[in-house]
């Protein structure tokens, strides 16, 4: 299949086959034992930073290479095929969400102290907003941070965050004034070993297995207010506008993972003979692939016409809802069909797909469910 015509360069392409020998050399002979272990090691952190996938839109100055953010679509792209989607989470929050805020918004200061290190590896971060009793209703966040001199003084907590358990510092969404809702929302960083802060416990999941995902835990907590990204109580926007992109990738992530899954399909049946010859011969799986085929290259196109917006700066928050949604669905529609097309094979762990079945499954859910999407593809027709 093309990867889409006017978006990626020959420079880019050849970056791809740069993530896609990463992937075969550094994640798929693990990805077993790494599912088993829940987690895979910290030094894939470091690998993937020799190669320069931690700055690919980010400063030289802070050692990225200001390649730009197609480079990075490419990187979500093929390292969804790895075929663990935790694996791809861990490093793809590395990438964006952990560091995105901090050049964005971060000071100088804050930039040299977290982003520099971030990039090459040696301080790992995490994005943390949801709340035990807020997902996707950011304005609803219950996590308090009270000035108090020179520091803010935080309670509250945090869970589904990727990357919590290993982070070096999380980015938190803090309500710096809770009397004015959303407007009063500000983003803090706060470093691991900061009394009052820490780990509640590492959550177990249906998928994303080898994904650390924490529930994090704030106790009269002080943070300097030199932590602080932007300006206080600017935090909602910092949010919105760090979604916009979170969604995107994960897109991406799903036209990857969807094009690893339909290969998969179609190598099973080709090389599975029922009745005397190769199941891929019978029309009904001739058909169900070609079906794959169809919404998989929708929903990339879909997809691509976000990243365009995007690129050239718009606010593409409608498109970018479409793809996420239907780039998200599309995977978990194809795993489905997949695993059906594998039998009673795909039910096995040593086959691949069943990993890809439930790691889809999140998809809809993460970055903002399906049913926000459908709010603000909503909200764009004026209703």
Known sequence: MSSGFATFSEEHEAFRRTVRGFVEREILPHVSAWEDAEGFPREL??????????????????????????????????????????????????????????????????????LAPAIKAEKLGAFAVTEPGAGSDVAGLKTT????????VVNGSKTYITNGVVADYVIAAVKTDPARGHKGLSMLIVEKGTPGFGVSKKLKKLGWRTSDTAELFFDDCRVPVANLLGAENDGFSQVMGNFVWERITLALGSIGAGEDM???????????????????????????????????????????????????????????????????????RIADRALQLHG???????????????DARLGPIGGGTSEIMNEIIARQLGL
């Open 145 to 152: 941070a009270r000035r108090d001199g020179d520091h803010y």
């Open 45 to 114: 952190y470091s690998k993937a930073a020799e190669l320069g996938f931690f700055g690919l839109k980010y400063p030289e100055v802070y050692g990225g290479s200001n390649a730009g953010p197609l480079y990075e679509a490419v990187m979500h792209e093929e390292l969804a095929k790895c075929r663990s989607g935790g694996v791809a989470a861990g490093l793809g929050a590395q990438a964006t969400i952990a560091t995105g805020p901090l050049h964005l918004f971060g000071s100088d200061e804050l930039k040299r102290r977290f």
């Open 262 to 332: 339909l290969e998969l399909a179609r190598r099973y049946v080709t090389d599975r003979q029922a009745f005397g010859q190769s199941v891929a011969k019978f029309q009904v799986v001739r058909h169900q692939l070609a079906e794959m085929a169809t919404e998989l290259e929708a929903a990339r196109q879909l997809t691509y016409h976000a990243l365009r917006l995007h690129v050239a700066g718009e606010w593409a928050l409608g498109a970018t809802a479409m793809a996420k949604k239907y780039a998200t669905e599309m995977a978990c």
């Open 344 to 358: 009673g094979a795909g039910y096995m762990m040593e086959y691949d797909i069943q990993r890809h079945w439930r």
